[in-house]
């Protein structure tokens, strides 16, 4: 939780906007929970995610809607942006997590494979 300052708050169980705001944390880390599966499942979720991007793109472009990826996104390099994306993303997300739920540790150890 934080305050009106911005200052990080001690998670207070007995308020329901804490409760609200762990639970939204914990329905966020399921949804980019992708990479902390083993590889082989981490990488067909990753080809997936780009697959929509890249269709998202497209349709955007045949939409002639302003495109919320780069213009071509053959150039993107994937394991470029996966790797940022875990780095960035997805680990400072599940760091906690593994604290407060040690049995979730493996997941993070894949990330940091």
Do not use: N
């Amino acid at each position: 939780a934080e305050s009106d300052a911005g200052e990080t708050q001690p998670f207070r169980r007995h308020k329901p906007e804490d409760r609200i705001e762990l639970l939204e944390l914990l329905v966020h880390s399921c949804d980019l929970s992708a990479q902390v599966y083993k590889q082989e499942i981490a990488v067909q979720w990753g080809d997936r995610i780009t697959e929509e991007f890249k269709r998202q793109s497209d349709r955007e472009a045949s939409l002639k809607l302003p495109r919320t990826l780069p213009e071509s996104y053959e150039d993107i390099d994937v394991m470029k942006s996966q790797i940022g994306f875990v780095s960035k993303i997805v680990k400072p997300l599940w760091d906690p997590f593994t604290i407060c739920f040690p049995p979730l540790a493996p997941c993070l150890d894949r990330l940091e494979a």
